[in-house]
């Protein structure tokens, strides 16, 4: 079956560095992924909406400079956490597929900036 | 603009016993899709189930079933014969029809399973 894959599954960095998260579609080519965050013991917010070579669409509330998309090939997307503080200390998650035949997601990355 | 809303925010049951896990779901839209996805403490999501608007049919997966009913906008989830691996954040998502690819989910309920 259809397979995402993403990394690193957790990391730790100081504050105001950047930290760059990649998912990969391992078996399938996804034009759109998708980039949540999940507060503990919180629902997956989605952040934004990754296109295959165009911008990324963000939700309201998501700022765009701090959360850089790029989604340069059909396999690849990342989410790049630029100046990092402790509260953007999350679980970040993706998703690629179509929604029709449901969504595959990896396996997340806990983000824990000190 | 759609919404799901889960408004059991944690169950507890004694294993072996049966639960059952609420979603309404709120859109204008005549066509959607409902998914369930099951969170385990690692974080992964585990998709369980897809269902279309205008497929109510339950459906019934080993010891999982679903019921779907248009008429109350919901699509309820319950475990038979419970077990402890069943422990785990459950999430019920909505995703709108066409052209629209975005998934709303619900606020998750937390299910313990007690040996």
């Known amino acids: 079956g259809a397979v995402v894959s993403q990394h690193p599954s957790w990391v730790i960095c100081k504050s105001g560095t950047s930290v760059k998260i990649e998912c990969r579609s391992l078996?399938?080519?996804?034009?759109?992924m998708f980039w949540y965050r999940q507060f503990p013991k919180q629902s997956l917010m989605l952040m934004a909406t990754?296109?295959?070579?165009?911008?990324?669409?963000?939700e309201q509330g998501v700022e765009k400079d701090k959360f850089l998309i790029n989604h340069a090939s059909l396999t690849l997307s990342t989410l790049t956490v630029t100046s990092a503080h402790p509260e953007d200390s999350s679980f970040y998650i993706c998703?690629?597929?179509?929604?029709?035949?449901?969504?595959?997601f990896g396996s997340g990355t806990r983000l824990t900036v000190v | 603009a759609q919404k799901v809303t889960q408004a059991q925010t944690e169950i507890s049951v004694v294993e072996k016993e049966d639960v059952t896990l609420d979603c309404v779901y709120e859109?204008?839209?005549?066509?959607?899709?409902l998914f369930w996805y099951k969170q385990p403490p690692s974080g992964e999501l585990v998709f369980l189930i897809r269902?279309?608007?205008?497929?109510?049919q339950n459906e019934i997966s080993g010891r999982y079933s679903w019921n779907f009913q248009k008429s109350t906008s919901s699509f309820n989830f319950t475990i038979t014969a419970s077990q402890v691996v069943d422990s785990a954040v459950y999430f019920c998502?909505?995703?709108?029809?066409?052209?629209?690819?975005?998934?709303?989910f619900g606020t998750g309920t937390r299910l313990t399973i007690i040996p």
């Open positions: 998703s690629a597929g179509s929604g029709v035949y449901g969504y595959t």
């Open positions: 078996d399938f080519q996804a034009t759109t």
């Open positions: 990754s296109n295959e070579g165009s911008k990324a669409t963000y």
């Open positions: 859109t204008r839209d005549t066509t959607y899709y």
């Open positions: 269902r279309n608007s205008f497929d109510e």
């Open positions: 998502a909505l995703r709108l029809g066409f052209g629209n690819e975005k998934l709303t």
